[in-house]
Every structure is written in C-alpha cells, then in structure tokens.
C-alpha cells in the first residue's frame, strides 16, 4: 500500500429526487439529504484510494462528521471533493468539501481502515 497525504478525488452529481431528505425518509423536503451527502463523501474516498491499494485489500468506513451547511434543490450540481490528510498505518483521515453551484454545502472527515477483504468477510459471516 502506498497512499500519502494530498491525494485527491472528487464526485459530481445532479440532485435527482432519489437523492432528496423526502426519497430517502431523512426528512419531508426535497432536497439533497444529508446521509445522501455522506454517502457521495465516501465514495469519493474509495474512489481516491482504490488503486493504491494492494490485491485483496479493500478499506472501510469506521467514523464520519459532518456539517451539512446549505440546502441543495432538485436540478442542483453538487461537487464532493475529498482529500487524505493523514495516514497512519492502515487508519486514513480525509477531509471533505462539497460545493453546488452557489454555496458549500457541506464539509467534514471521513475516516476509514485498510483491511484484507477475504479475512474482514470471514469475520462479518461468523
């Protein structure tokens, strides 16, 4: 595994009602949902580290925060854009940052492990 701070990764989508607080039962209004604004964060993260890693390894989410800032409407583009800030052994830190077309949207840390998939998959199965 070779990963270092500063690699980067970005996700770009347009805010369809499967997306929205109401679609997903996060809230009733048609908006951007704030799980659904994690969930592209993190597939911004595995999408930054999924080449880096060794055969057999994959990385799973272990802790999120989140500030969901501004509301995104139905129509909007939103940019997730995510950064590795630390890497201490199998333990990455990214930080995130998403924009649409007015404002931040939202922003937080993401952090995830390096496992060894088939030994991590043994383990769920138990």
Not at 16 to 37: C, F, H, N, Q, Y
Not at 51 to 63: A, D, F, I, M
Not at 119 to 126: E, Q, S, W
Request: no cysteine; hydrophobic share 45%; glycine share 8%.
């Amino acid at each position: 595994m070779t990963l270092a701070p500063g690699l980067r990764s970005q996700l770009i989508i347009m805010v369809e009602m499967e997306d929205t607080a109401k679609k997903i039962g996060s809230g009733d209004v048609p908006v951007l949902a704030t799980p659904r604004l994690l969930a592209l964060a993190e597939a911004a993260t595995v999408r930054a580290v999924e080449r880096h890693l060794e055969p057999g390894q994959t990385s799973v989410g272990t802790r999120a925060e989140i500030e969901h800032l501004a509301a995104s409407p139905l129509g909007a583009h939103v940019q997730v854009g995510v950064e590795l800030t630390e890497v201490d052994g199998r333990r990455l830190v990214f930080a995130f940052e998403a924009h649409d077309q007015h404002s931040v949207v939202g922003k937080g840390t993401i952090e995830r492990i390096v496992v060894d998939r088939a030994k991590f998959l043994a383990r769920v199965t138990r």
